[in-house]
T-cell receptor, first 112, second 113 residues
Framework: AQSVTQLGSHVSVSEGALVLLRCNYSSSVPPYLFWYVQYPNQGLQLLLKYTTGATLVKGINGFEAEFKKSETSFHLTKPSAHMSDAAEYFC??????????FGKGTKLSVKP | NAGVTQTPKFQVLKTGQSMTLQCAQDMNHNSMYWYRQDPGMGLRLIYYSASEGTTDKGEVPNGYNVSRLNKREFSLRLESAAPSQTSVYFCASSLDRGNTEAFFGQGTRLTVV
């Protein structure tokens, strides 16, 4: 079975600071990994995904994530937070012909 | 570009009432999904349809039924609503299951009193 653990239900950073949102997964088969973002009262939209190939994945809005198989991790980072990054972020795992399994989410607050 | 359209956006039901949540996508996607989102629980899969003509249970199917009416439309029915079904419901679609991006609707906020 696959599962996702997001460490920290709330993360607060200052504007301009590094954003680091943690995600660990468990999967018995090679995983596909995703980060989605949800702004208030909206649906989810894809930030980035890892399927195969390069382990450092770049997404929209300056976010990136690195797939580390040895650590079963897929942490999301952004060098410099912006007020508009305040949202809830979800890590998700899937497999070939599988459904998305979501973590419980991390709410990011950005302080001026 | 409509993407995934859900109706209604808000609904209040009394315990025991029934209703159907509608979802349509215009991206010619094969797979469609219904999730519910509860605080601190993330998104949990209720039902999915891997392709037109098929439906399968997800993680939390009890109290729900679905219909894949055609390739575009996937509806979710609550036969006898319970307060535990108070939640935000999201419909999503993807080209296929697995490694393709899922596109989400705006959600339906359902309250059962």
């Amino acid at each position: 079975a696959q599962s996702v653990t997001q460490l920290g239900s709330h993360v607060s950073v200052s504007e301009g600071a590094l954003v680091l949102l943690r995600c660990n997964y468990s999967s018995s088969v090679p995983p596909y990994l995703f980060w989605y973002v949800q702004y208030p009262n909206q649906g989810l939209q894809l930030l980035l995904k890892y399927t195969t190939g390069a382990t450092l994945v770049k997404g929209i809005n300056g976010f990136e994530a690195e797939f580390k198989k040895s650590e079963t991790s897929f942490h999301l980072t952004k060098p410099s937070a912006h007020m508009s990054d305040a949202a809830e972020y979800f890590c998700a795992v899937s497999r070939s012909q599988g459904n998305l399994i979501f973590g419980k989410g991390t709410k990011l607050s950005v302080k001026p | 570009n409509a993407g995934v359209t859900q109706t209604p956006k808000f609904q209040v039901l009394k315990t025991g009432q029934s209703m159907t949540l509608q979802c349509a996508q215009d991206m010619n996607h094969n797979s469609m999904y219904w999730y519910r989102q509860d605080p601190g629980m993330g998104l949990r899969l209720i039902y999915y349809s891997a392709s037109e003509g098929t439906t399968d249970k997800g993680e939390v199917p009890n109290g729900y039924n679905v219909s894949r009416l055609n390739k575009r439309e996937f509806s979710l029915r609550l036969e006898s609503a319970a307060p535990s079904q108070t939640s935000v419901y999201f419909c999503a679609s993807s080209l296929d299951r697995g490694n393709t991006e899922a596109f989400f609707g705006q959600g339906t906020r359902l309250t059962v009193v």
